[in-house]
């Protein structure tokens, strides 16, 4: 049995388990001890595990790369074209989201405000968003994982390796040796995942339940229908546009990485494994797809742009609030530039929405009602997240004579 198919049996025995516990056993205290104690532990594990070896992997990986491309002047061209493109497909998201929900008439009258007791980190509207990218102090930036600067040293560091690589041989074999070292590391915690995802689903559903999505279930089909409206639409539309990819072997392709993702609800927890399958499957050079995937992993957010455009008219029709042409305008260029910030962990996009609220208006004690959905929608903007990554790598791949043509049209 192939590893996709694996997964997907372990989704759909997670799911179908924890709805029956949610329904008939949600109060045997048998069964919530091996939940919390057991199942819980079993998933937390294995986030932690593909969490540890993330920045490790980025340091790494992205020296690797760099040094390995011998025209230092495709650098510079790479990360425009790449960063410019993440951009672009944000914008798109955010605008799908915009157009669709306000054709939609929210019911809100059902849905209950509950007591919770949400905090927002302040945010300093005085900080420099670009220099915040670089690190003062590149091992305090490890100890806080913070992946941007990370990558951001990473890039000086490689670059400055690959301008003097010949007069430092041991160097380059090291970071190559290493690189292999981590590879295989993947490989082996990538193969927990079956069990992990059943156990994730579990403990997830048995918690929620399927009654959280009635009173917001206009919300719930609202992002859903974008999501996949900006899935199938929008990167199928840039393949066709930016490159000469068969725009069939990408969806055949992806599965696998949706279905893993899904599963995390964390971008930066599925960079080990999105990084295997778009160089293995799709035949991105490793040189390239070692820049581009971690870094769509920390600024190419679509999904929870299309999640915030969404909630942002969704809040708005609960108070009250009629939103003007200016204020789509705010909710456009406030969701994406605040996906760039974003941090690529499970329902980070709920906070991050605080900044998109404030800006038009809208009391932030509101999220309180999009939480009990939240981490359903989690799970599937975070496929959409790492499948625009995917697509932006293959296409800039594509462009740069990157890729393997052969291995990417390969089924």
């Known amino acids: ?38 199942l819980a532990t079993i998933g937390d594990l294995f986030l932690i595990l593909l969490k540890m070896i993330v920045l490790p992997l980025i340091f790494v990986s992205v020296i690797s790369g760099m040094i ?27 605008s799908l989201a915009v157009i669709f929900a306000s054709f939609i008439i929210f019911d809100t009258q059902k849905v209950p405000m509950e007591n919770n007791n949400i905090t927002f980190e302040s945010v300093d509207n005085n900080e420099n968003a670009f220099l915040s990218f670089f690190p003062s102090n590149f ?34 074999n090291f970071i190559n040796e290493l690189n292999g070292i981590f590879t295989k590391l993947i490989l082996m915690i990538i193969n927990l995942a079956p069990i992990a995802v059943a156990c994730i689903l579990i403990d997830t559903f048995a918690a929620l339940g399927i009654e959280v999505l009635i009173p917001l279930i206009k919300y719930f089909v609202l992002v859903i229908v974008v999501l996949l409206a900006h899935f199938f639409i929008t990167y199928s539309s840039l393949i066709y546009f930016f490159s000469d990819l068969e725009i069939k072997v990408f ?129 599937i903007r975070t496929s959409v997240n790492v499948a625009g990554d995917t697509c932006i790598t293959c296409i800039i791949a594509s462009s740069e004579n990157l890729i393997d043509n052969d291995k990417y049209h390969s089924v």
């Open 251 to 379: 969806y055949q392709k992806i599965k696998s990485i949706i279905i893993f993702t899904f599963s995390t609800s964390s971008s930066n927890a599925s960079i080990p494994y999105t990084l295997k399958e778009v160089t293995s499957k799709y035949g991105v050079d490793k040189s390239y797809a070692s820049f581009s995937v971690p870094l769509g992993a920390t600024i190419n957010m679509d999904g929870t742009a299309i999640m915030q455009g969404c909630a942002t008219f969704f809040l708005a029709a609960y108070y009250g609030i009629n939103l003007d042409f200016s204020d789509i305008l705010t909710i456009i260029f406030t969701a994406t530039i605040a996906s760039i910030g974003t941090a690529g962990i499970p329902s980070a996009g709920i906070i991050m929405l605080s900044l998109i609220l404030v800006e038009i208006g809208i009391p932030t004690e509101g999220i309180a009602l999009l939480l009990g959905v939240d981490r359903l929608l989690d799970m």
């Open 139 to 172: 091992f305090a930036s490890l100890a806080e994982g913070n992946v941007i600067q990370v990558l951001v040293f990473a890039l000086i560091l490689g670059f400055a390796a690959s301008m003097i690589k010949k007069d430092i041989p041991n160097f380059v």
């Open 1 to 38: 049995m192939s590893f996709t198919k694996k997964i997907l049996m372990s989704m759909i025995l997670g799911i179908i388990t924890g709805v029956i516990i949610n329904i008939f056993f949600v109060e045997s205290i048998f069964i919530s001890f091996v939940i919390e104690n057991i």
């Open 68 to 94: 390995s491309i011998n025209d230092t002047s495709k650098l510079g061209r790479l990360g425009t074209k790449t960063i410019g493109m993440y951009l672009l497909t944000t914008a798109i998201a955010t």
